[in-house]
């Protein structure tokens, strides 16, 4: 039985247009599992991204609760949340945004010593650590217009993580990327996931999906669909691939 | 139709720029106006009280006997003299009203009608017919009323020859000529049965002494409408030609009243107008870098419009126009509150000039100036639209323009203690070619203040007052009568009892003539203590030593020989050095009392001593007194005798004015700047803010920038007033006889202004970053 992470209960989000309401979530209920890697999927404007901003208090829910460690994240004020961003959640966009004038190193320490719970030179070993795994180390006083964009995508992954967040939240972490980066990026995400590193991802690329261990469907602002799968295997891709892409078909994708 | 829809987007886009300038331009051309207005109104009022008093282009004050019917004579016969006029006078060696004695002779004199009297609250002149003095009444000159200190219904003591006559101030009369209080000599009026009575026993004392001088007379020459002559140099040629200058009691040209009556007013004048064109200049930069941030902005837009055919002279024309309209609301907004301003302003200077002047603008120069003003503006716009020539349609569709960051040298680590401050000096270093701009409007802001604060501290400061030839003494005293060399150690010691004497001035004044030119002379008897900018102190009695604007005026330099003439004696002396003084606005000589002594002087009438202990000036001039009544008249003076209320309040003012527009010129220009850095760098405060950083945390940052800013900014503005402000002001004050003006910089003086400008920087950015909160992290999202 896994821990659930963090969940919503009745979640909805709709904005204001032409005098009226545009419904992007409705009313969705979701856990969220410790130690899983969930995508959600979902065609262009089912309000994926919305989802994952409204769970992760990067965006005020319209209506509902999201609950991390029995505390409402809709509810809380703008210090909370900037303290939640800084220890238990990370973030990875799909442009990167790396702080453009900052090197690469600096981008991930600024990260780990706005958390404060540890000393400055465990940040740097711990920064210095992250750059070695996700291979730029060789690069770190590049600033990021110096760089490619899978490089930058690994930074923005190493800022991530520094602060050992307990739920990181990645939105089309491969959609600004080649073939060749998206292929290192989901390793690493991968990776990290392997080692115990809870995820929601949102994309629509499907190389990306098969590296779910849960996969959420969503459909008009609804979970449509649910699919629990195993651990990704490199070995296993294709008999994954047939599975994730007869779900996909029955979710009329 | 479109460019008209265009601009008005453009403008409701940026409200933001727009109304900053208005507001910028709002400060300028009101200022400038007013100060314009100011000026004309009194140089007209001037003129026209000139006229009312069909004042002569010279007058010359002299002994009835020296006026003869050969010297009458000679004067109306003179090609360069179309008439003479000759009008009794009674001196007055010393006058007192309430606490305040003036040594400067006043000559009274049979009321004319054509000395108009103020109405009774001085907003006009009174009708016909005028006020009836009575016996014992007298019509004063503003300019005598602010000296003594007094009001209407005062009391004023006149002592002529060995008498002493009071009279009840009834009323003031616009007299152009001696009416500042600038000027020390001073014409009064009193009704004919008075002066009658004064003018016998005057003639009886005059008998008595040979030295006193009651009864004298003012002749008036005017000038021939074909002499072409200033009237400075008219004076020198009848002086030449006549010597009666040489003979007189004193002189004043018509073009020195002026130059004393508008000294005050322009020297405020002109810093204030130097400083709100140099504001202009922040104006220019605070465009420029609205103009450069905006089209990086729009890059996008403007390749977008030239992809729907607009060519670039027709987008170009959108952004001079919507600028050009903002300074143009500005600087018509500005003149109309000029118009209160002025009529506020109008009698500001009326105590020291004593001159009635309009209230009204001058509209026509204010709309030439602002015509100016839009002209270099356009220019400016001009060069600055050039890169939207540059926008590539293309490139600009295709993403715009993103910019790339550099490694700057001042690149700074990013500390973990300092997290808020090091980050806020790397965004300072990263963009730090936005900033410039903003550097070079701090340190033009804090050179000003420092300016003004330096003019400031000089008033506070004995030793800067000295060093620029100050005679700063906080005991003074004149001699009833010869006093030799033994007396004064005599005295000295006296004072020494009480406080060290730091400085002593033994010395005579009047006016003496150079190569036919007459000047104000200062012979003493310690010429050592003079001081001398160039050369040496004149310590033979062959030297003299002379200012700066009378060696450019007589275009003497040292080494070179003058001749001093003075009633029928006359000598040949060498030009020892330049010494500055502010005695007769610079208009002045020095020599030794052996130099002097061909001309009749054996002693010196004057003595003052710069205290150790300046409290205990009031001690030591009645201990003086009480010792040594017979022979002297100790006075103890506050601040060394050197402050006219006038002066401190007026450079308190154009403090105030300098320091408040200052602070509203920095508000202004953080708001816009702050507006457009916070659009341009709304996706890292995105990224920030997810990675966890408070908004609190993200306006520190914006504020610690740009109080950075301010800190750099303040050190140019400081290094360039350490540099410049002496020589702006020496230039500036010139006409007030400082050629050389000491600079002083205390802590303080330098703390206060860059504090104020720092803490304001900070404090408006602060402010100013407050839409940080409503920057969604969401913004982020890619869809």
Redesign the interface.
Known sequence: MKNVILSADGLCKSFAHNGGQVHILSNIDLELYEGDLTVIMGASGSGKSTLLYALSGMDRATAGKVIYKDEDIVAMGEKKLAKLRRGDFGFIFQQMYLVSNLSLYENIVVSGWLNKERRTSQVKIHANELMEQMGISHIRSHLPSQVSGGEQQRCAIARAVINSPKLLFADEPTGALNRKNTTEVLNLLTSLNQAGQSILMVTHDLKAALRATRLLYLEDGKIVGNLVLSAYHPDKERSREEQVNAWLSSMKW | MEIITLIKANIYRRKGSFTGIILLMVIISMSLTAILSVLDNYRSGLDTAYRQIDSGNLYVFLKNETVTEEVMDSLKTHPLIERVSKTDAIRSAEISAGGKTEQNPWFLLKYDKKYKVLNNTLSGYEKEPLSFLKSGEIYVTQGAMTRMECRIGDSITFTISDRKYAFVVKGIVAEPMFGSSMIGWKQVFINDEDFNRLSRDAAVADKKTVEGIGRCCVVQLYKSADCKLTDGKFKRRINLDTGIVDHSLGTLTRDMSVHYTSLFLNTVLTILMVFILFLFLVVLIVMAHSISTGIEMDYVNIGVLKSQGFTKNKVRAIWIFQYLLAQAIGAVAGIILAIPLCRALGNAFWPITGILADKGISVWKSFFLIFTILVVSAILILLLTRKIGKVSPVRAISGGRS?????SRLKAP?L??F?SVS?AF??FT??KRKYIGMTAIVSILIFFMLTITVLGNVLDSKKALESMGALYAECSMEFLGKVDDAKLVEIEKVVEKYSPIEKKYYWSSLYYSINGEEYYCQVYQNPDVICVTKGRAPLYGNEIVITELIADEMGLEIGEKAVVTHGNSKKEFLVSGIFQSINDTGMTFAMSLEGAKVFGMDSVWFAGYSLGSPDKNKLIADKLNAAYGDILRATANADGGMLEDTYTIAINGMKAVIYIFSVLFALVVVMMVCTKTFIQEK??I??????????V?LRLQFAIRFFLVALAGSLLGTVLSILFSGRLLSSLLRSMGITNFTVQFTAVSLVIPVALICVCFFLFAFFASGKV?RV???E????
């Open positions: 910019e790339v960051y550099f490694d990013i973990q203690q997290l980050l790397r965004q990263s963009y996706r890292d995105g990224i920030y803010k997810a990675l966890g950083f408070t908004a945390n909160k969604e992290v969401r982020l999202v890619t869809e």
